[in-house]
């Protein structure tokens, strides 16, 4: 029988508000280790996540430029997606969590077992998710490292 998300989550993570300076979320994902940190209202339901990927597009000036695109008739047609364009764009200028974060995280719950988050962190590629209760308050964060030694116990 596999272990709950409860057995094996820390229950009490980091995380950070919506109006968090980017400095001081690098600094804290810095001192922690931490590859991502969790937004949350003043409530504790959970708004969004900051993972490395976002901050390193500060890194990445090429991620801003426009996708392929030829001008017909006095207008512009993209080649690429746009949708992904903006979305990189707008965390080029972020200066809050609530503008860098990514809404609408893939979750889990503290009930599910471990092999149901083993699933979801490998069909989404992360390599921890938040840890929810019903009403969406952050409950927690289970890692791929939590799931992986969990699994193998149940050997």
Same mark, same amino acid.
Request: no cysteine.
């Given at each position: 029988?596999?272990?709950?998300?409860?057995?094996?989550m820390d229950a009490d993570p980091v995380s950070v508000g919506p109006d968090e300076g980017v400095?001081? %979320?690098?600094?804290?994902?810095?001192e922690n280790e931490l590859p991502g940190l969790p937004v949350v209202d003043d409530d504790g339901?959970? $708004? &969004?996540?900051?993972?490395?990927? !976002?901050?390193? =597009?500060?890194?990445?000036?090429?991620?801003?430029?426009?996708? /392929?695109?030829?001008? %017909?008739? &006095? &207008?512009? %047609?993209?080649?690429?997606? #746009?949708?992904?364009?903006?979305? +990189?764009?707008?965390?080029?200028?972020?200066?809050?969590? *609530?503008? $860098?974060?990514?809404?609408? /995280?893939?979750?889990?719950? *503290?009930?599910?077992? *471990?092999? !149901?988050?083993?699933?979801?962190?490998?069909?989404? +590629?992360?390599? +921890?998710?938040?840890?929810?209760?019903?009403?969406?308050?952050? #409950? &927690?964060?289970?890692?791929?490292?939590?799931?992986?030694?969990?699994? =193998?116990?149940? +050997?």
């Open positions: 029988m596999s272990a709950s998300v409860s057995e094996i400095e001081r %979320i690098v600094e804290l994902m810095h339901i959970l $708004l &969004g996540i900051i993972t490395e990927s !976002d901050l390193l =597009l500060f890194d990445e000036p090429d991620d801003v430029d426009p996708p /392929p695109s030829v001008q %017909i008739m &006095g &207008g512009v %047609i993209y080649l690429g997606s #746009v949708k992904h364009w903006e979305e +990189r764009v707008r965390k080029s200028i972020a200066g809050t969590a *609530a503008e $860098l974060m990514t809404d609408d /995280p893939i979750t889990i719950t *503290a009930d599910a077992s *471990a092999h !149901d988050a083993g699933h979801l962190i490998s069909e989404h +590629r992360h390599n +921890r998710l938040p840890v929810v209760d019903d009403e969406g308050h952050l #409950v &927690g964060v289970v890692t791929r490292v939590d799931v992986l030694e969990a699994l =193998l116990e149940d +050997r």
